[in-house]
């Protein structure tokens, strides 16, 4: 670790712990995820994933539902998958990693949010616990973004991780049900995908 340079009138341990969390983060760059690139490329990696999804908040601010607070939302999205340092990525449509990654992100929460000083630890736990949640308009919203982008790059894809998978249109229009519950207008979007991409052979017939 570089040696501590601290100006004066400054909180030594408190700036340590945000320097802390800050390079623990840095570890989410190397968090492969199954979603390709939308040029498929490569595989993306879990720190881009929430980059473009903080992105595209601010981009389909419109959509969001009444209520909704974009920067609560963006924050929230950053945040997000954090947890998946520890936990790694799992994939939607895997149900044996899915049946453990409750319990896998909650000790992650646990260890890496309290790197930050106490009171951003418990802003950045209490955002991270109300998207898991999704009871709010703000979770909501966050969770209709993530889940339309690995779709938008599934059919940039021809198919990508669908395909690749075996995963059916079944499957998928599951996930837009949870779309729809946060954005009326996104939702509708994401079953027009959908169906776009069963006439276009996209998914597993399986």
Do not use: C
């Amino acid at each position: 670790e570089p040696a501590p340079v601290f100006a004066s009138g400054v909180d030594h341990e408190r700036l340590t712990s945000q320097l802390r969390f800050f390079l623990e983060t840095d570890k989410l760059k190397r968090i492969l995820r199954r979603n390709m690139l939308v040029d498929g490329a490569r595989r993306e990696n879990a720190a881009e994933h929430s980059w473009h999804l903080a992105l595209a908040a601010r981009v389909f601010a419109e959509y969001a539902p009444e209520g909704a607070d974009v920067d609560r939302v963006v924050e929230m999205l950053v945040l997000h998958d954090i947890v998946e340092i520890d936990a790694g990525d799992t994939f939607l449509y895997d149900s044996d990693g899915q049946s453990t990654q409750a319990e896998r992100e909650r000790a992650a929460a646990d260890r890496i949010f309290a790197l930050l000083p106490e009171d951003q630890a418990g802003r950045a736990r209490a955002l991270w616990d109300e998207f898991e949640a999704r009871r709010t308009p703000d979770a909501r919203f966050a969770k209709a973004i993530d889940r339309l982008a690995p779709m938008l790059a599934n059919w940039h894809t021809e198919g990508g991780t669908w395909l690749r998978h075996g995963v059916t249109r079944a499957q998928v229009m599951d996930k837009v049900k949870i779309i729809a519950e946060g954005s009326e207008a996104l939702g509708a979007y994401a079953s027009a995908l959908v169906e776009d991409a069963d006439r276009r052979g996209y998914f597993s017939r399986g």
